[in-house]
Structures are given as C-alpha cells and as structure tokens.
C-alpha cells in the first residue's frame, strides 16, 4: 500500500531563506508526482508537476526534484517571501491508478518577516 | 473563468443530524472528486465521477455517507446521522477527463460535529 510521508511537519523560516521540503513514497510505481500549496480558505492550487520520466520541474522560484528509485521528492523555494507561508501538500498518482491520488499530510510552513 | 465553488463554507450541526454539500465543478469538466481532510492530515479520497457516474464509491467510510451528481453538473454530498468523527474539511475537485493530471479544487467546506 502506497504511503507518502512529509518531514517536518512544520517549519519557520525568515523571510529571504532557501529552503527544502520533503516528500517520501514508499512505493516506486508512480505515474506522477504533483506538489500543491493549500491556503485557508481557498482551497488547493497545483505548483509542480512531475512525470515519472522526468527528475525535476521548474517554476519560478520553485523547484522540484523526483528520485522515483529511491521514493523522494523536495521542493525548493528560492529568496522565500512572507507570501510563501501556506501548507505545501505533496501527492502521487500510482501507475494502477487512473485517478486516485495518494497524499501526505502537508509541511505548514511560515515565512516570519 | 469561474473556479471550483462549494456551498456551505462552514456547517456546524449536532450529532445525529444530516448534512448535505454541495460542489459546483469548472464548467466542462466531466470529472468530479470528493476528498476529506482531517485536522492535520492528508487528503483522504472519498468517491469520484465521470460525467454522472460513480463507479467507484469504495473510499466512502461508511454507508452513511452518499454522493449524487446531475447532469455532468452540480454533485451533493449527502452524511446521514452525523458523528464527531465526521468532522473535517470536505474538498471538491473537477478536471476536464478522468486522465487529466491536474484536478482543480474548491475552497472546501469546513464541517463540525457538535
């Protein structure tokens, strides 16, 4: 069964750090890996999006990594802003899958001014 | 274009009682998701559609929990008797075909069970 894991849980950082979050999967047959930001009340946006062919996606100051044989995947955030401070979700599609996504539990992560 | 709507934002009702939410897809998407988040957890995939069918209503926790969609449209999510361990933060998803990588989500509906 496919469990995907984030470390930490939470993080603060000041504002105009580099930073990394990680996301662990325990099973390698993976469709895709999609990292998303969820804000209070708005629901969640898609960020990254990367195949199982690919080892990385860029956007803006965000950069994501896939080491599929190994079940990681992180997310850089580059020059981090006060405006970054949200929950970044990780989540996996597995190959045996054609829709469902497989989550983890989120980093809250806080850019302090 | 209009996103992914959800009615209401926020429920609180009493144990026992029925609850219905409601989601309002992106236009022309004929796939529908239902997620629920508990406090501090992963999102926990409930059901799906494609178009108004459901073919796979296995993520649903309990026979108390039901969800209908109409006319490629509008879906409802329906809990009967209520529990504590009911309450969360109810999500909705629609993309354009079940295949499509990227779902686009609602802002959720925050229930509480009193």
């Known amino acids: 069964k496919q469990e995907v894991t984030q470390i930490p849980a939470a993080l603060s950082v000041p504002e105009g750090e580099n930073l990394v979050l990680n996301c662990s999967f325990t099973?390698?047959?993976?469709?895709?890996l999609q990292w998303f930001r969820q804000d209070p009340g708005k629901g969640l946006t898609s960020l990254l999006l990367?195949?199982?062919s690919q080892r990385e996606q860029t956007s803006g100051r965000l950069n994501a990594s896939l080491d599929k044989s190994s079940g990681r995947s992180t997310l850089y955030i580059a020059a981090s802003q006060p405006g970054d401070s949200a929950t970044y979700l990780c989540?996996?599609?597995?190959?045996?899958?054609?829709?469902?996504?497989?989550w983890g539990a989120g980093t809250k992560l806080i850019i302090k001014p | 274009g209009a996103g992914v709507s959800q009615s209401p934002s926020n429920k609180v009702t009493e144990k026992g009682k029925d609850v219905e939410l409601r989601c309002d897809p992106i236009?022309?998407?004929?796939?529908l998701y239902w997620y629920r988040q508990r406090l501090g957890q992963g999102l926990e995939f409930l059901i799906y559609?494609?178009?108004?069918?459901?073919?796979?209503k296995s993520g649903l926790p309990s026979d108390r929990f039901s969800a209908e969609r109409t006319g490629e449209s509008v879906s409802t999510l329906t809990i009967q008797r209520t529990q504590q361990e009911d309450s969360a933060v109810y999500l909705c998803?629609?993309?354009?075909?079940?295949?499509?990588?990227?779902?686009?989500f609602g802002p959720g509906t925050r229930l509480t069970v009193l």
């Open positions: 998803a629609s993309s354009p075909g079940l295949h499509s990588d990227t779902q686009y």
């Open positions: 236009s022309g998407h004929t796939a």
């Open positions: 559609f494609q178009g108004n069918s459901a073919p796979d």
């Open positions: 099973d390698s047959a993976i469709y895709n």
């Open positions: 990367i195949q199982s």
């Open positions: 989540a996996v599609r597995p190959v045996d899958s054609n829709y469902q996504l497989i």
